[in-house]
């Protein structure tokens, strides 16, 4: 039948609004890939290369698995105050592994041990947040959470230990943390 002359204008202009490029960006979102990581550029200070530096106020998400191959370097570290970084469902990995299976922390045998952690919040009072996903094979801790929350996480075979924070106001909710050898959460 006829169709209005209204009606495709409508619909050509939500087409168009759906396949508009960047619609991620202008929400304000920054996102963070591997290529990105390895290009750098995330945020001012952020220089090719891990660990991606953020370094500003903000929501921050991963677009893809993050893979760090040097036992020695962070994945992200967060120097800023109200950033809020979603691994999106995305794993951040490091090199390492920690088992066998059913073993006590104590038994846990790490293929990597180092200081470079999964995820550094630096900000010791930050109200910063890390959420959904999973953080693993790092020779330290898989998140050092410094003052902020951590949700909905999965923290496994890190050599320090799972998730960590010197602080007196982190939050943890709804994660799991298992074969870290060291502590699972530590506050």
């Known amino acids: 039948g006829n169709v209005p002359n209204f009606a495709l204008i409508v619909l050509l202009c939500s087409v168009e609004w759906l396949l508009a490029p960047g619609a991620a960006a202008s929400d304000g979102v920054i996102e963070i890939n591997q290529a990105q990581a390895l290009a750098g550029g995330v945020t001012p200070s952020d220089t090719p290369g891990f660990p991606v530096t953020i370094d500003s106020a903000g929501s921050y998400v991963l677009t893809g698995n993050l893979y760090v191959a040097s036992p020695d370097q962070s994945a992200i570290v967060v120097n800023s105050s109200w950033a809020t970084l979603d691994l999106g469902g995305f794993e951040v990995a490091g090199p390492g ?91």
């Open 97 to 187: 592994s920690c088992g066998p299976e059913g073993s006590t922390a104590s038994q846990l045998t790490c293929t990597v041990s180092s200081s470079a952690s999964g995820i550094v919040f630096n900000a010791p009072n930050s109200r910063s947040r890390v959420q959904n996903g999973t953080v693993r094979g790092f020779g330290a801790f898989g998140v050092e959470l410094g003052g902020g929350t951590a949700e909905r996480l999965q923290v496994t075979q890190n050599a320090a230990g799972g998730i960590s924070s010197v602080s007196s106001s982190p939050s943890v909710f709804d994660s799991q943390v298992r074969l870290n050898r060291g502590h699972g959460i530590r506050i």
